[in-house]
Structure formats: C-alpha cells, structure tokens
C-alpha cells in the first residue's frame, strides 16, 4: 500500500532562500553591535569584518559543493552524520537548535526594548508575547508562504542597508549633509591610527564579528524545500555570500569614515547618525522600526531552523517519530510547535527579569558557541564526502574553493 503521508514540500526559490539567508545573518548583531566592536578595535574593525567574511566564505562554498549532490533538510547535521558519525550529526543538530533558541529569545527581548521606544509604558513582556505569536503562525504556514513572509520582511533590513551605504558615500565623496565638503578617508587614521585597539582589541573584536555572520549556513537547512534544488541553491550560496559580505563590510566602511570612531556610541546609534546627517529628523522612529523588524525576521529564520533539525533528528531515528509529523502544507508542526513552546521561555525571562538588557546579553552570549559547532563539521564533512564522490567531484560544476586539490 503506497504510503501517503505528506512530506516537505519544495516551494522554495532562490530569491526566498536568499532572503531566508539573509534574514537571519543581519540582525541586531549589526545595528546594535556596531558600536561595541568600534569601541574595542577602533577602524580596524573593518579589516575584522573582511578577515570573518573571507572564513565564512570558504565555509559556504565547502557547503555548497554537499548541497549541489545531496540537497537534503537539514543539510550539515545529516552530513555528519552520514560522514562523521552518527554522534556527530546528533551534536550538531542540537548545537543548531540551541544557538538558534538563545538568538530568538534574545531577539523577543529585544522587540520588547524597541517597541518601549514608542510605548514606554508597556511592560516588557507583552511585546514578546506578539512576537512569539506572529512567529508561530508565520513557522506554521506553508512553505511558500513563509517564505514570501521572510523575504519581505528582510527586504525592509536590506533595503535600508543599501540606502545608508548610498548616502554615506554621498557623504564621504560628494559632502552630502556637510555643506558640500567630502570628508574623506581621514578617520580611518587619526584618532589613534587605524589600529587604536591594538591587536588585543582587534582579537577581541574580531571574536564578535565572526559570531555576527552566523546565520548564513541557513542556506542549507533550506535544501530539503528548494524548488530545483542543484541550480537554486548554487544560485543562493554564490548570491547570498556576496550580499552579506557588501552589507557588512560595506555599513562598516561608511560608519568608520564618516564619523571619529572614539565618538561613535556617545551620541547615539551610527545608523541614526548616518540619515541624520543629511537631515532627516525622524531618523531614530526609522531606525528603531527597522530595527525592530530585523529582530522579528531574526527570530522567524531561526523558527524554521529550529524546526527542521529536530524533523532531520527524528528522520535519522535520534528522536521519536512523532517529530516527523508533517502537515498537509508540508510544515514539519511536531518541530514548530516543541520550539516555539521554548520560546515562549523568553516571554517568561521579560516577565521575570525586569532589566531586559541582562537577558539579551546572557542568552545572546550562550549562542555563539554553540553556532561555530556547524561550521567545523561542515568542513570536516567535506573532506569525507569528497572522498566517497571521487567521480562525481572530478566534474562538479560548484567546486569548493578551499579544497581543489587532489582528493584523498
């Protein structure tokens, strides 16, 4: 008897996956951490953002060799557990989960903060509570649909990326906001040179700023419900590196040479400084709403990376089958439904702990570890899986770059 119950379904396209990728990366790391790493590294910190890209660029193009012949949900844990061993693949999928877990209760908290900006009566929790709510039911709908919800509302984050860099080379080149007078490159060197941190600072910053582009390998827990996958998903990755390197980078530029880094935090967020510059008032409602939506994006991707390694764990038999179950929109709700009932946690911590800054820092520090697990095995799986694919390695049309030697 034909066995019909509903499976994944691939309604995903490349321009979801982007986003989806996209969506996750840039967050609150990158709005509301950009001061922190200035303050410790000084200008230098761009060349950190430069050295962390070029690492997770070597890491996607080892993913996206896998993915192009195996794109399957959940992508790096089920290769280490097919290459590794099956332990490995169960630590990862786990590792994932958590990291994921901790970025989104850190994120509900931080919607709580943003929305106090319009609201600063309303206690902390409620807005969490919303947030959790438009998650799940954005997680429960189809595929399609979730990621039509995803790509616009990371649109809004990249949009506003795109016309900050725009207006703050006005700035640097043309003197927009100053009177006609570029600024130039003068506060990439002065105010202690371009090393004011020192290499200690440097490190340090260097340490956060790699923590801050995890989020891309999101790409492949997609792979299981990619339209078309061997040409969408080489799309996506080379696409999506690309993008995250220019935004990052690109911010981080703009933000260091328009304004004297030892300054930049004392007077506000850089970003609100940047459209202030050229005169637009309501600069900090625009960016708390961006801000704020970069935060709800966050938290939604990572839902639907929560919900997908625990439908691999229980495919791979590492939990029971009941976290299989599957909707007739080929949503995996078993998984859904166990992480946003975690996430309900964060509501508690806001209702809890009255000070939300100490939950955002506390949960937002427990996920880096855990986010790094991913991609060491994703370069470990690599070198086994081109072993057992000789053959087809030899003609693989998206090769990795950091492995073209002879396979071994």
Request: glycine residues 10%; contains cysteine; hydrophobic residues 55%.
């Amino acid at each position: 008897m034909a066995d019909n119950k509903p499976e994944l379904q691939r309604g995903l396209e490349a321009r979801h996956i982007e986003l989806i990728a996209l969506g996750g990366t840039i967050g609150v790391g990158l709005f509301m951490g950009a001061a922190s790493t200035l303050k410790w590294a000084g200008p230098s910190v761009l060349l950190a953002y430069i050295i962390a890209g070029l690492f997770v660029f070597f890491i996607m193009r080892s993913m996206g060799e896998m993915l192009f012949l195996e794109p399957v949900t959940g992508s790096f844990a089920v290769y280490a557990h097919r290459y590794m061993s099956p332990f490995f693949g169960y630590l990862t999928a786990w590792s994932y989960w958590f990291m994921w877990m901790a970025v989104g209760i850190s994120e509900i908290t931080a919607i709580g903060v943003y929305v106090q900006f319009w609201f600063p009566e309303m206690a902390q929790w409620i807005p969490a509570l919303i947030a959790v709510a438009l998650v799940a039911l954005a997680n429960l709908a189809a595929v399609r649909l979730y990621g039509e919800i995803e790509f616009w509302f990371a649109m809004i984050k990249v949009t506003t990326i795109i016309v900050m860099i725009v207006i703050g080379l006005g700035v640097i080149f043309f003197g927009f906001g100053n009177g006609g007078q570029s600024i130039g490159f003068s506060n990439l060197t002065e105010h202690g040179g371009f090393f004011a941190g020192g290499w200690k600072g440097f490190l340090t910053a260097l340490c956060i700023v790699v923590a801050s582009y995890q989020g891309v390998e999101l790409i492949g827990i997609t792979a299981g419900e990619a339209k078309n996958p061997q040409v969408t998903l080489r799309s996506a990755v080379g696409k999506v590196l690309w993008r995250i390197l220019i935004f990052y980078v690109g911010a981080i530029f703009v933000i260091v040479t328009i304004f004297p880094w030892n300054e930049i935090g004392s007077n506000g967020s850089p970003f609100v400084l940047t459209f202030a510059k050229i005169g637009i008032t309501a600069a900090a409602g625009i960016i708390n709403f961006v801000v704020l939506t970069a935060a709800l994006s966050g938290c939604n991707s990572g839902m639907y990376s929560c919900g997908r390694m625990l439908y691999a764990l229980a495919k791979n038999r590492q939990l029971p089958a009941a976290m299989a179950k599957v909707s007739r929109h080929g949503v995996p709700v078993a998984g859904v439904a166990v992480s946003i009932a975690i996430l309900l946690i964060g509501s508690c911590l806001n209702y809890i702990i009255p000070n939300p800054q100490r939950v955002f820092v506390y949960v937002y520090s427990a996920s880096v570890l855990p986010g790094m697990v991913p991609w060491f095995v994703i370069l470990i799986s690599q070198l086994r899986f081109r072993r057992a694919h000789k053959a087809a390695i030899a003609s693989h049309p998206f090769r990795s770059i950091l492995f073209r030697g002879p396979i071994t």
